[in-house]
């Protein structure tokens, strides 16, 4: 079976079996009770997350967060999973075969953002083997996912001697339609010289259909001092 034939039984499986409102749309599976918070301006970094000691509850801020069910993960990840294919950082993701499709992501509804006119941005916590990130989803007035923003995802290494990684943090602003994203990312290499950090300023608009246009406003980088 491949990824194409997987997308189409999802998509069948999720349009069955959608709850949805007087109106046709699906937003009832999305309501505010799933979510720890309402309207988040600065949002959080994946370090401020935690787990029980048996990871079975994630936790932001003192707040359980809701585990997505397999069917909302179908519904809310599946058009965006085939996007890590062409990313070097996700491209342990092997997303052509079954064992990598959405049911075998973890996922948490963490907020449910302002609408901006008709469209719906809902945040949530993604994680899946050697992958994890913060999304910022974007949902049409039918509520099915039109776009797709990583607020936070940088990869982070674990730093050893003598070898190289990459660690970083990403900072966004939530305002509107406008997210305001300021990343900093540090790079060891092997050979003992200081560490290169590179920070970065972004500038993303979300247009009234769902459209992502993201700008690199402005970067500085250095060595970092031991």
Same mark, same amino acid.
């Given at each position: 079976?491949?990824?194409?034939?997987?997308?189409?039984?999802?998509?069948?499986?999720?349009?069955?079996?959608?709850?949805?409102?007087?109106? #046709?749309?699906?937003?009832?599976?999305? #309501? @505010?009770?799933?979510?720890?918070? #309402?309207?988040?301006?600065?949002?959080?970094?994946?370090?401020?997350?935690?787990?029980?000691?048996?990871?079975?509850?994630?936790?932001?801020? +003192?707040?359980?967060?809701?585990?997505?069910?397999?069917?909302?993960?179908?519904?809310?990840?599946?058009?965006?999973?085939?996007?890590?294919?062409?990313?070097?950082?996700?491209?342990?993701?092997?997303?052509?075969?079954? %064992?990598?499709?959405?049911?075998?992501?973890?996922?948490?509804?963490?907020?449910?953002?302002?609408?901006?006119?008709?469209?719906?941005?809902?945040?949530?916590?993604?994680?899946?083997? #050697?992958?994890?990130?913060?999304?910022?989803?974007?949902?049409?007035?039918?509520?099915?996912? &039109?776009?797709?923003?990583?607020? @936070?995802?940088?990869?982070?290494?674990?730093?050893?001697?003598?070898?190289?990684?990459?660690?970083?943090?990403?900072?966004?602003?939530?305002?509107?339609?406008?997210? @305001?994203?300021?990343?900093?990312? %540090?790079?060891?290499?092997?050979?003992?010289?200081?560490?290169? &950090?590179?920070?970065?300023?972004?500038?993303?608009?979300?247009?009234?259909? +769902?459209?992502?246009?993201?700008?690199?406003?402005?970067? &500085?980088?250095?060595?970092?001092?031991?």
């Amino acid at each position: 079976m491949n990824y194409l034939t997987i997308l189409l039984i999802s998509s069948t499986l999720v349009s069955s079996n959608q709850p949805v409102n007087q109106n #046709g749309s699906t937003c009832k599976l999305f #309501g @505010d009770s799933k979510f720890a918070f #309402g309207n988040v301006e600065k949002t959080m970094t994946l370090d401020e997350f935690k787990f029980s000691n048996d990871l079975s509850q994630c936790s932001l801020y +003192g707040k359980n967060l809701t585990e997505l069910d397999s069917l909302q993960k179908v519904w809310l990840l599946t058009p965006f999973v085939t996007t890590f294919k062409s990313r070097a950082l996700e491209s342990v993701l092997r997303t052509d075969i079954p %064992e990598n499709s959405t049911w075998y992501f973890r996922a948490q509804f963490v907020a449910r953002q302002n609408k901006i006119g008709d469209l719906q941005p809902l945040i949530l916590r993604v994680d899946r083997d #050697g992958y994890l990130a913060l999304w910022l989803l974007i949902l049409n007035e039918q509520c099915i996912p &039109v776009s797709c923003y990583q607020l @936070d995802g940088c990869r982070r290494d674990l730093f050893v001697k003598d070898s190289t990684g990459t660690f970083c943090t990403k900072r966004n602003k939530i305002v509107g339609n406008r997210i @305001d994203s300021y990343e900093t990312r %540090e790079t060891w290499a092997a050979n003992g010289k200081p560490p290169i &950090v590179d920070s970065i300023v972004y500038r993303t608009q979300i247009g009234a259909k +769902g459209q992502i246009v993201t700008t690199r406003i402005d970067s &500085v980088r250095y060595f970092k001092s031991n």
